[in-house]
């Protein structure tokens, strides 16, 4: 299984983009997700965390503006951002835990990133 993450592109300043994080085989479900974004020169930041129990924590720099979203039948992850900042630039990965079958445990699968850059 791999994860393919897309979506990215060049935006203004204010505009909005929607990546899309999908499973390349047939899963059983999608257990927690992670979006993380690394700007050049910085380290990779967490950019929301979504647990298996519906638990949502977004990073106070994308709090209002961000949305994750799942659709379990696609058994894809989406990351909706608004109000898109020069700030929000870099490379986004998904992070997932997925279960291949009903009843094995959940494994840890990263996507490829996706590159997002906000001109001012």
């Known amino acids: 299984v791999q994860l393919q993450a897309s979506g990215g592109g060049l935006v203004q300043a204010g505009g909005s983009l929607r990546l899309s994080c999908a499973a390349s085989?047939?899963?059983?479900?999608?257990?927690?997700v992670n979006w993380y974004r690394q700007a050049p020169g910085k380290e990779r930041e967490l950019v929301v965390d979504?647990?298996?129990?519906?638990?949502?924590n977004y990073a106070d720099s994308v709090k209002g503006r961000f949305t994750i979203s799942r659709d379990n039948t696609k058994k894809t992850v989406y990351l909706q951002m608004t109000s898109l900042k020069p700030e929000d630039t870099g490379v986004y990965y998904c992070?997932?835990?997925?279960?291949?079958?009903?009843?094995?445990?959940?494994?840890?699968?990263w996507g490829q990133g996706t590159q997002v850059t906000v001109s001012s």
């Open positions: 992070r997932a835990e997925l279960k291949r079958h009903p009843f094995s445990v959940c494994d840890e699968y």
């Open positions: 085989r047939r899963i059983s479900s999608i257990c927690g």
């Open positions: 979504s647990t298996s129990n519906g638990r949502t």
